[in-house]
């Protein structure tokens, strides 16, 4: 929504980004000298931006590089997005001095400005960054598109609660995330793959000798995937409600809506509570989920052992 269209409360305004902050942007050092790489300055590519903290990077460049290439070292702290490439839009926020390439733009709020209302409110607004981008096939943010942004400024105590509240959200669906990520990162470790295999022929699975453990042992087996298909399914559902929460929380947010000046609204502490119950189930589904992979470990490491099964020729319809 345009600054024309859009009604702030009492005390904000509409104000350029470039108005509160400045920009840069990185280099990359010429590969044609192999003393400029594997030195011990962090280099930042942008494909390395997942709107996240950066401690470390997958490449490090040497001062002599810094010296004679338009690559900088920015500050621990300093806001960074990827202008373009495939994480087009992303943040990231540096936890170490560190040199980008020119891919990333680095910003730096004044006065005025709280970095990590910025951060949020950047977020917020990924689509429409993508919108103004130039390029074919593949987006293009120019600084210029960054700098000529309009931010909707409240404030700074104002800006510290909002971006209080939306870091508690923001680590609500986080751990979501994490919760289905640990399931998933499991049942790829424990699935046999039939990776660098370009063919297997009808002969080849005719002769596969599968291991038949006990049927008590194949029930239990059952129980436990069943527990964990539920487990998933319910991951699933929270990690889609905890993006929904966070979204209409930005949302509301940067239009004013979460202010004790909206009386008629539904105040922050409500949003608040919801997030942290939701926060506590995730952090209880997280451990479920570790708990459900123990007893899938115990069972195909303990007890399913060699001798308690009786290997048979497997026989497939249609195959015989």
């Excluded at 297997?200 to 042992?217: D, M, Y």
Aim: aromatic share 8%.
């Amino acid at each position: 929504m345009t600054s024309e269209a859009q009604k702030l409360p009492k005390g904000w305004q509409w104000v350029r980004l470039e108005e509160l902050c400045n920009t840069t942007s990185g280099g990359t050092p010429s590969r044609k000298i192999s003393s400029y790489y594997g030195g011990e300055i962090p280099w930042v590519k942008s494909g390395e931006l997942e709107d996240c903290l950066i401690y470390k990077t997958e490449e490090k460049i040497t001062q002599e590089a810094v010296n004679n290439s338009s690559a900088k070292v920015f500050s621990s702290g300093t806001l960074l997005i990827a202008l373009y490439g495939a994480t087009v839009g992303k943040l990231g926020i540096l936890q170490v001095n560190a040199a980008t390439n020119q891919a990333v733009c680095a910003i730096f709020p004044g006065e005025y400005i709280y970095r990590d209302y910025l951060y949020f409110y950047l977020l917020s607004q990924r689509n429409q960054l993508l919108e103004l981008s130039a390029g074919g096939a593949q987006a293009n943010i120019s600084q210029e598109i960054i700098r000529r942004l309009e931010i909707t400024l409240p404030p700074l105590a104002e800006q510290k609660r909002i971006a209080a509240i939306a870091q508690k959200a923001d680590r609500l669906r986080r751990t979501r995330r994490y919760a289905l990520q640990l399931s998933d990162t499991y049942l790829q470790s424990s699935s046999n793959t039939t990776s660098g295999l370009n063919t297997i022929s009808t002969g080849i699975v005719k002769q596969c000798i599968v291991p038949i453990p006990p049927l008590p042992l194949q029930e239990k087996f059952a129980r436990i995937v069943q527990k964990f298909e539920r487990l998933r399914t319910q991951q699933r559902e929270a990690e889609r409600q905890a993006e929904y929460l966070f979204q209409t929380l930005l949302h509301r947010a940067f239009r004013g809506e979460l202010t004790p000046q909206h009386a008629n609204d539904e105040p922050a502490s409500v949003l608040l509570e919801q997030i942290g119950a939701e926060h506590t189930q995730a952090e209880a589904e997280a451990k479920a989920a570790t708990q459900a992979m123990g007893d899938a470990a115990e069972y195909l490491g303990t007890k399913a052992k060699q001798q308690d099964t009786e290997p048979i020729q497997l026989t497939i319809p249609g195959m015989e």
